[in-house]
């Protein structure tokens, strides 16, 4: 079975939702897998990965305000070396995913309609 | 290294926890594979997929229970097209899991004792 | 493909987050894979798996301070078979992951600089 590493790098203004799905679905189809499994692995302890709708915009905002409010940047965090959204950010990670496998057929990712990552 | 891709279809009565272990597990059973990786994707944004006890059914009600006190359906939020429990069903499935990928040995997923997903 | 079964069992003494990179990683290096995906699969419904930052001790005293908080003991869950903690417990393991698929290279898991399993 082929197996391929390729490094992706996703420049970012801030905290945020940032809508890789377009660069990602264009790797894939440029490789030469028919039937497969997508890996995703995000390297860093501040970011991470999520699906999500982002056909109505106001799902993404609502959601960034969600978790805003659920871990807010005056919660009391010892951590704080990067500023008072260094913890937060660490914990919105942890609460959502670092890593996805997306499942491949006729050499793109299985996305359903309203998926994005 | 054999590879399958199988659409399952799950129908549900409104918000819940569903089991589909026994579903997973009877597909995976019929294959050829001895020893492998079961991949589940979800294909939905306001439907998830995680990993539970469901032995004794207070553990299932206490979780749905927790997320509807941590994610409840007068939160503001914009995003209501398919009523107030729209955008609630996608923060709870950004807060679980879109994906599982479970070790497969002797032809049946390796799930713990008390694990159902 | 080179397929390979592994059962780690960890130690705990309590609540609380523990560091399984260093054994990880060892047994993932003792293999001869040199290109491939390691799935870690945690076989419990009230333990997970997460990767946050180890390097500074307050991301790991922050975030299990954090899921105290969003979780505590006294939130009236039915599921106590096991004591107060009970309930919490399987509810932080469904807020974070059961599962990790990580790609390794040159023979390694390839983590991010700062993260640990």
């Known amino acids: 079975m082929e197996q391929a590493l390729h490094r992706l790098t996703v420049a970012t203004d801030g905290q945020g939702l940032f809508d890789v799905t377009s660069r990602i679905c264009q790797w ?3 490789q030469t897998i028919a039937t497969g499994l997508l890996t995703i692995w995000c390297r860093h302890t501040s970011a991470s990965l999520l699906v999500q709708e982002n056909a109505d915009p106001d799902v993404r905002a609502d959601l960034a305000a969600f978790l805003r409010r659920l871990v807010p940047e005056n919660a009391g965090c010892r951590h704080r070396d990067e500023g008072p959204d260094d913890m937060p950010a660490h914990i919105k990670a942890a609460l959502t995913q670092t890593q996805l496998s997306i ?4 050499g793109r990712p299985l996305l359903g309609t309203w998926q994005a990552i």
Request: proline letters at 14%; aromatic letters at 0%; charged letters at 15%.
């Open 28 to 30: 894939v189809e440029a």
């Open 103 to 106: 499942p491949v057929g006729n």
